[in-house]
């Protein structure tokens, strides 16, 4: 069966550090993954999304950047973080056109 | 582009009693539609979906139906329990080949002993 793994559970960061979140996927291969972010309270805001090795697509324009080095792998970074990327971050994966799981989760506090 | 409306924001029912939550999208293209199940400080599990060609589905005490011509589809939980409290988000597929989902805002249901 499919896993579907992501960490840091949780982070602390201050403004202006540097991120980089992690999300790896087992049991399957070539799926297309996704990075939403979820503010306290609210809904799912997609971030980025990939449907193969190296090829990554932004859904909005912000300071955070996704890359995806190999085929199960996709991570998220940022160089310098915003108060406002505070959030619950959830990397998804789905092996059909529109199916979607997601890993349990990073919650990231940025002070 | 597609956008998926949802309500009510918030439902509270006695326990046994019957709970519907409403969706409805705007891309006629749309073909998949998922409904996610979000616990308090968790992530967001799938529990029901449906498709198109399909008008309903049910699975034990929740069902989904959806009326391809209003575009809109609504989740159904009967014999409702405490822990079917939740926050629920619908969702509609964007039509495009990528397969990405437009979520609703979100529903929470607080189901009262």
């Known amino acids: 069966s499919q896993t579907i793994h992501q960490w840091p559970a949780t982070l602390v960061q201050p403004v202006g550090s540097p991120l980089s979140l992690e999300c790896t996927v087992e049991?399957?291969?070539?799926?297309?993954l996704y990075w939403y972010r979820q503010a306290a309270g609210r809904g799912l805001q997609l971030l980025f999304y990939?449907?193969?090795?190296?090829?990554i697509s932004s859904e909005v324009p912000q300071n955070l950047s996704a890359s995806r080095p190999q085929d199960r792998q996709f991570i998220l970074s940022s160089k310098k973080l915003l108060l406002s990327d505070s959030g619950f971050y959830l990397c998804?994966?789905?092996?059909?056109?529109?199916?979607?799981?997601f890993g349990p989760g990073t919650r990231l506090t940025v002070t | 582009g597609e956008n998926v409306e949802q309500h009510p924001s918030t439902l509270s029912v006695q326990e046994g009693d019957s709970a519907v939550i409403k969706c409805t999208y705007s891309d006629s293209a749309s073909n998949y539609f998922p409904w996610y199940k979000q616990e308090l400080g968790k992530r967001p599990q799938l529990i029901i979906d449906i498709r198109s060609n399909v008008g309903e589905k049910k699975d034990q005490r929740i069902a989904v139906t959806l009326n391809k011509t209003a575009k809109h589809f609504s989740l159904h939980i009967t014999e409702t329990q405490p822990e079917d409290s939740a926050v629920y988000f619908c969702a509609a597929s964007d039509g495009g080949s990528q397969g990405n989902l437009i979520f609703g805002k979100g529903t929470k249901l607080s189901v009262k002993p």
């Open positions: 998804a994966w789905g092996d059909r056109v529109d199916e979607q799981y």
């Open positions: 049991g399957t291969s070539n799926p297309n």
């Open positions: 990939s449907v193969g090795i190296g090829q």
